[in-house]
C-alpha cells in the first residue's frame, strides 16, 4: 500500500487557475476511485503504483510529491 502525500507549489498569481486544473485532471484520471479522506493524501494498491507515479510526473513542475510504503493503516477515531 502506497500513500502519496502532495502540495501545490506554484506562484501566488497562478494558484488558483493550476488548482482547478490539477484537480480536474485528477478527477478525471483513475486516481479518483482511490480512498481519499484530506484534499492532499492519496491512498494506493501497489498495482496503482505506475499510474500514480505517471499522473504525479505530468504535474511535477507545480506539485511536491512524497511517496510512502505502509503495510496497513488504522483509523484511530
Known sequence: ML???YDLR???????????RFYY??????????????????IVDDAGEAMSDKFFMKWRRYVEVYKAR????EEIF
Open 70 to 73: 505502509a503495510t496497513s493503516i
Open 3 to 5: 500513500i502519496y502525500f
Open 10 to 20: 506554484t506562484k501566488l498569481k497562478d494558484y488558483n487557475r493550476i488548482k482547478r
Open 25 to 42: 485532471d485528477l478527477h478525471k484520471s483513475r486516481l479518483s476511485t482511490y480512498p481519499t479522506k484530506t484534499k492532499s493524501v492519496i
